[in-house]
Protein backbone atom coordinates (compact mmCIF):
# COMPACT_ATOMS: atom_id res chain seq x y z
CA UNK A 1 0.00 0.00 0.00
CA UNK A 2 0.98 3.70 -0.38
CA UNK A 3 3.04 5.09 2.56
CA UNK A 4 4.67 1.20 3.28
CA UNK A 5 8.62 1.41 3.53
CA UNK A 6 8.53 -2.42 1.98
CA UNK A 7 8.11 -2.50 -2.20
CA UNK A 8 4.81 -4.10 -2.56
CA UNK A 9 4.13 -7.20 -5.38
CA UNK A 10 2.01 -4.97 -7.61
CA UNK A 11 1.89 -1.73 -8.70
CA UNK A 12 -1.48 -1.09 -9.82
CA UNK A 13 -2.08 2.09 -12.15
CA UNK A 14 -5.21 4.19 -13.13
CA UNK A 15 -4.84 7.02 -15.84
CA UNK A 16 -7.40 8.98 -15.71
CA UNK A 17 -8.98 12.76 -16.98
CA UNK A 18 -11.77 14.65 -15.67
CA UNK A 19 -13.36 11.28 -14.12
CA UNK A 20 -14.59 13.11 -11.22
CA UNK A 21 -18.00 11.57 -11.61
CA UNK A 22 -16.42 7.86 -11.57
CA UNK A 23 -12.72 7.83 -10.00
CA UNK A 24 -13.69 7.25 -6.71
CA UNK A 25 -15.54 4.16 -7.81
CA UNK A 26 -12.51 3.13 -9.18
CA UNK A 27 -10.09 3.44 -6.72
CA UNK A 28 -12.60 1.96 -4.39
CA UNK A 29 -12.27 -1.07 -6.21
CA UNK A 30 -8.92 -1.11 -6.01
CA UNK A 31 -8.73 -0.41 -1.98
CA UNK A 32 -11.58 -3.34 -0.90
CA UNK A 33 -9.12 -6.22 -3.04
CA UNK A 34 -8.68 -9.21 -0.60
CA UNK A 35 -5.18 -9.11 -1.51
CA UNK A 36 -2.72 -6.36 0.26
CA UNK A 37 0.51 -6.22 -1.19
CA UNK A 38 0.10 -3.40 -3.87
CA UNK A 39 0.94 0.19 -4.41
CA UNK A 40 -1.79 2.22 -6.07
CA UNK A 41 -0.73 5.01 -8.21
CA UNK A 42 -3.12 7.46 -9.64
CA UNK A 43 -2.24 9.90 -12.65
CA UNK A 44 -4.04 12.41 -13.23
CA UNK A 45 -3.94 13.81 -16.47
CA UNK A 46 -4.04 17.21 -16.05
CA UNK A 47 -7.83 17.46 -14.75
CA UNK A 48 -9.89 20.38 -15.16
CA UNK A 49 -13.01 19.04 -12.76
CA UNK A 50 -13.25 17.55 -8.97
CA UNK A 51 -10.90 15.00 -9.95
CA UNK A 52 -8.35 16.17 -7.61
CA UNK A 53 -10.28 17.20 -4.43
CA UNK A 54 -11.46 13.55 -4.82
CA UNK A 55 -8.16 11.89 -4.77
CA UNK A 56 -6.57 13.99 -2.06
CA UNK A 57 -9.53 12.82 0.34
CA UNK A 58 -7.68 9.59 0.05
CA UNK A 59 -4.66 10.34 1.69
CA UNK A 60 -1.73 8.25 1.73
CA UNK A 61 -3.94 5.28 1.22
CA UNK A 62 -2.79 5.99 -2.47
CA UNK A 63 -0.15 7.90 -4.60
CA UNK A 64 -1.39 10.86 -6.96
CA UNK A 65 0.72 12.05 -9.64
CA UNK A 66 -0.47 15.07 -11.64
CA UNK A 67 0.74 15.96 -14.62
CA UNK A 68 -0.63 18.32 -18.11
CA UNK A 69 -2.72 16.88 -20.19
CA UNK A 70 -0.81 14.50 -22.51
CA UNK A 71 -3.41 11.50 -23.13
CA UNK A 72 -4.00 8.19 -21.84
CA UNK A 73 -0.69 6.79 -23.12
CA UNK A 74 1.62 9.59 -21.32
CA UNK A 75 -0.44 8.93 -17.57
CA UNK A 76 0.32 4.84 -18.20
CA UNK A 77 3.69 5.29 -18.87
CA UNK A 78 3.82 8.11 -16.04
CA UNK A 79 2.82 5.18 -13.47
CA UNK A 80 5.20 2.69 -14.81
CA UNK A 81 8.25 4.46 -14.69
CA UNK A 82 6.91 5.73 -11.58
CA UNK A 83 5.71 2.10 -10.16
CA UNK A 84 8.33 -0.08 -7.91
CA UNK A 85 6.28 -3.60 -7.88
CA UNK A 86 7.12 -7.01 -10.09
CA UNK A 87 4.23 -7.34 -11.52
CA UNK A 88 2.22 -4.29 -13.09
CA UNK A 89 -1.69 -3.58 -13.33
CA UNK A 90 -4.04 -1.33 -15.02
CA UNK A 91 -7.71 -0.08 -14.46
CA UNK A 92 -9.42 2.44 -16.58
CA UNK A 93 -10.85 4.62 -14.32
CA UNK A 94 -14.66 4.25 -15.43
CA UNK A 95 -14.01 0.53 -14.48
CA UNK A 96 -14.27 -1.60 -11.61
CA UNK A 97 -12.63 -4.59 -10.32
CA UNK A 98 -14.09 -7.16 -8.31
CA UNK A 99 -12.76 -7.88 -4.73
CA UNK A 100 -10.67 -11.25 -6.06
CA UNK A 101 -8.79 -9.58 -9.39
CA UNK A 102 -5.35 -9.12 -7.55
CA UNK A 103 -5.29 -12.20 -5.67
CA UNK A 104 -6.08 -14.53 -8.30
CA UNK A 105 -3.52 -13.16 -11.14
CA UNK A 106 -1.19 -13.31 -8.62
CA UNK A 107 -1.50 -17.26 -7.64
CA UNK A 108 -1.67 -17.51 -11.52
CA UNK A 109 2.01 -15.84 -11.83
CA UNK A 110 3.05 -17.86 -9.14
CA UNK A 111 1.69 -21.06 -10.68
CA UNK A 112 3.10 -20.21 -14.08
CA UNK A 113 6.74 -18.61 -13.49
CA UNK A 114 7.25 -18.58 -17.18
CA UNK A 115 4.14 -16.45 -17.83
CA UNK A 116 4.68 -12.61 -18.65
CA UNK A 117 1.16 -11.84 -18.94
CA UNK A 118 -2.78 -12.40 -17.79
CA UNK A 119 -5.75 -10.73 -18.39
CA UNK A 120 -9.33 -11.71 -16.83
CA UNK A 121 -12.85 -12.19 -18.46
CA UNK A 122 -14.80 -9.26 -17.52
CA UNK A 123 -18.34 -7.89 -17.20
CA UNK A 124 -19.71 -5.45 -19.64
CA UNK A 125 -21.96 -2.64 -18.91
CA UNK A 126 -23.68 -0.35 -21.07
CA UNK A 127 -25.85 2.92 -19.97
CA UNK A 128 -26.10 1.07 -16.64
CA UNK A 129 -27.25 -2.20 -18.37
CA UNK A 130 -25.50 -5.61 -18.79
CA UNK A 131 -25.09 -6.91 -21.89
CA UNK A 132 -23.30 -9.67 -23.44
CA UNK A 133 -20.16 -9.40 -25.63
CA UNK A 134 -20.39 -10.31 -29.18
CA UNK A 135 -18.68 -13.39 -30.67
CA UNK A 136 -16.25 -11.09 -31.83
CA UNK A 137 -15.30 -10.06 -28.92
CA UNK A 138 -14.53 -13.33 -27.25
CA UNK A 139 -11.15 -13.82 -25.47
CA UNK A 140 -9.10 -16.68 -26.16
CA UNK A 141 -5.45 -17.79 -23.98
CA UNK A 142 -2.31 -18.98 -25.42
CA UNK A 143 -0.72 -16.84 -28.54
CA UNK A 144 -3.40 -14.68 -29.66
CA UNK A 145 -1.41 -12.28 -32.11
CA UNK A 146 -3.63 -13.19 -35.35
CA UNK A 147 -6.84 -13.06 -33.43
CA UNK A 148 -6.19 -9.61 -32.48
CA UNK A 149 -5.51 -8.42 -35.47
CA UNK A 150 -9.24 -7.36 -36.47
CA UNK A 151 -10.28 -5.86 -33.13
CA UNK A 152 -8.55 -5.68 -29.63
CA UNK A 153 -9.07 -8.76 -28.20
CA UNK A 154 -7.21 -7.06 -24.38
CA UNK A 155 -8.17 -5.06 -22.06
CA UNK A 156 -6.20 -3.02 -19.71
CA UNK A 157 -8.24 -2.93 -16.90
CA UNK A 158 -8.06 -7.12 -17.34
CA UNK A 159 -4.15 -6.73 -17.22
CA UNK A 160 -1.82 -8.10 -15.34
CA UNK A 161 2.07 -7.96 -16.60
CA UNK A 162 5.80 -8.75 -15.21
CA UNK A 163 7.72 -5.58 -15.37
CA UNK A 164 10.05 -6.51 -17.69
CA UNK A 165 7.22 -7.69 -20.36
CA UNK A 166 7.27 -3.33 -21.35
CA UNK A 167 11.38 -3.66 -20.86
CA UNK A 168 10.89 -6.17 -24.04
CA UNK A 169 8.32 -4.03 -25.97
CA UNK A 170 8.49 -0.38 -24.86
CA UNK A 171 5.97 1.52 -23.59
CA UNK A 172 2.41 2.70 -24.74
CA UNK A 173 2.45 5.02 -27.97
CA UNK A 174 2.12 8.71 -26.97
CA UNK A 175 1.54 9.27 -30.54
CA UNK A 176 -1.42 7.35 -30.44
CA UNK A 177 -4.81 9.28 -29.28
CA UNK A 178 -7.05 6.15 -29.50
CA UNK A 179 -6.19 2.37 -30.43
CA UNK A 180 -2.95 2.63 -27.94
CA UNK A 181 -4.07 -0.74 -26.23
CA UNK A 182 -3.80 -2.41 -29.56
CA UNK A 183 -0.75 -1.10 -30.60
CA UNK A 184 0.50 -2.74 -27.23
CA UNK A 185 -1.21 -5.79 -27.34
CA UNK A 186 -0.21 -6.14 -30.63
CA UNK A 187 3.66 -5.69 -30.07
CA UNK A 188 3.37 -8.19 -27.42
CA UNK A 189 1.14 -10.75 -28.57
CA UNK A 190 3.51 -11.91 -31.50
CA UNK A 191 6.21 -12.63 -28.80
CA UNK A 192 4.73 -14.09 -26.07
CA UNK A 193 0.98 -15.88 -24.95
CA UNK A 194 -1.53 -14.13 -23.18
CA UNK A 195 -3.18 -16.34 -20.58
CA UNK A 196 -6.68 -15.90 -20.21
CA UNK A 197 -8.02 -16.16 -16.62
CA UNK A 198 -11.71 -17.43 -17.36
CA UNK A 199 -13.53 -15.77 -14.48
CA UNK A 200 -15.30 -12.09 -14.80
CA UNK A 201 -13.17 -10.10 -12.83
CA UNK A 202 -13.69 -6.70 -13.92
CA UNK A 203 -16.68 -4.67 -14.75
CA UNK A 204 -16.11 -2.69 -17.58
CA UNK A 205 -18.18 0.19 -18.17
CA UNK A 206 -19.13 1.92 -21.21
CA UNK A 207 -22.00 4.31 -23.39
CA UNK A 208 -20.57 7.65 -21.75
CA UNK A 209 -19.24 10.44 -23.93
CA UNK A 210 -15.63 10.63 -22.89
CA UNK A 211 -15.18 7.18 -24.09
CA UNK A 212 -12.28 6.91 -26.04
CA UNK A 213 -13.92 3.44 -28.21
CA UNK A 214 -16.72 6.17 -29.16
CA UNK A 215 -14.47 8.61 -31.25
CA UNK A 216 -15.17 8.47 -34.90
CA UNK A 217 -12.50 7.23 -37.32
CA UNK A 218 -10.71 4.58 -34.99
CA UNK A 219 -9.52 2.79 -37.97
CA UNK A 220 -6.57 4.98 -38.54
CA UNK A 221 -5.36 4.32 -35.57
CA UNK A 222 -5.70 0.66 -35.57
CA UNK A 223 -4.12 1.39 -39.53
CA UNK A 224 -1.22 3.01 -38.00
CA UNK A 225 -0.95 0.09 -35.27
CA UNK A 226 -0.73 -2.14 -38.22
CA UNK A 227 1.88 -0.31 -40.29
CA UNK A 228 4.25 -0.43 -37.18
CA UNK A 229 4.01 -3.81 -36.21
CA UNK A 230 4.40 -4.72 -40.10
CA UNK A 231 7.44 -2.45 -40.71
CA UNK A 232 9.05 -3.81 -37.62
CA UNK A 233 10.68 -6.36 -39.03
CA UNK A 234 10.09 -8.48 -35.94
CA UNK A 235 6.95 -10.85 -37.41
CA UNK A 236 7.27 -14.34 -38.57
CA UNK A 237 6.56 -14.09 -42.60
CA UNK A 238 3.08 -15.92 -41.76
CA UNK A 239 2.71 -13.19 -39.05
CA UNK A 240 3.94 -10.25 -41.38
CA UNK A 241 1.18 -11.78 -43.78
CA UNK A 242 -1.40 -11.91 -41.91
CA UNK A 243 -0.88 -8.55 -40.31
CA UNK A 244 -0.41 -7.17 -44.10
CA UNK A 245 -3.52 -8.36 -45.33
CA UNK A 246 -5.93 -7.16 -42.31
CA UNK A 247 -3.74 -3.39 -42.77
CA UNK A 248 -4.98 -3.57 -46.90
CA UNK A 249 -8.72 -4.36 -45.45
CA UNK A 250 -9.06 -1.79 -43.06
CA UNK A 251 -7.34 0.91 -45.21
CA UNK A 252 -10.39 -0.12 -47.98
CA UNK A 253 -12.48 0.05 -45.24
CA UNK A 254 -11.36 3.65 -44.06
CA UNK A 255 -10.74 5.39 -47.71
CA UNK A 256 -14.18 4.19 -48.63
CA UNK A 257 -15.60 6.09 -45.69
CA UNK A 258 -13.47 8.80 -46.47
CA UNK A 259 -14.74 8.78 -50.05
CA UNK A 260 -17.92 8.82 -49.13
CA UNK A 261 -17.86 11.98 -47.14
CA UNK A 262 -16.03 14.05 -49.35
CA UNK A 263 -12.31 13.75 -48.08
CA UNK A 264 -11.05 12.86 -51.13
CA UNK A 265 -7.51 13.51 -50.32
CA UNK A 266 -7.55 11.50 -47.08
CA UNK A 267 -8.92 8.28 -48.80
CA UNK A 268 -6.17 8.54 -51.79
CA UNK A 269 -3.46 8.58 -48.53
CA UNK A 270 -4.66 5.42 -47.58
CA UNK A 271 -5.92 3.81 -50.74
CA UNK A 272 -2.34 4.38 -51.70
CA UNK A 273 -1.01 2.79 -48.76
CA UNK A 274 -2.50 -0.27 -48.98
CA UNK A 275 -1.18 -0.52 -52.37
CA UNK A 276 2.16 -0.04 -51.10
CA UNK A 277 1.96 -3.56 -49.61
CA UNK A 278 0.82 -5.35 -53.11
CA UNK A 279 2.86 -8.21 -53.78
Not at 111 to 127: G, K, L, S, Y
Not at 132 to 148: A, D, V
Not at 161 to 168: D, I, M, S, T
Not at 178 to 206: H, N, Q, T
Request: glycine share 6%; aromatic share 8%; proline share 4%.
Amino acid sequence: MAGSSKTPLVSVIIPTYNRGWVIAEAVDSVLQQDFGDYELIVVDDGSTDNTADILRSYGNAITVICQSNKGVSAARNRGIEASTGELIAFLDSDDLWLPRKLSRQVAFFKAHPDAMINQTEEQWIRNGVRVNPKNRHLKFSGMIFERSLELCLVSPSAVMARRHLFEAVGLFDIHLPACEDYDMWLRVSFRYPVYLIDIPLIIKRGGHDDQLSRAPGLDKFRIRALQKIVESNLLSPSRRNAAISMLKEKCAIYANGCRKRGRNNEADYYYGLAKKYER
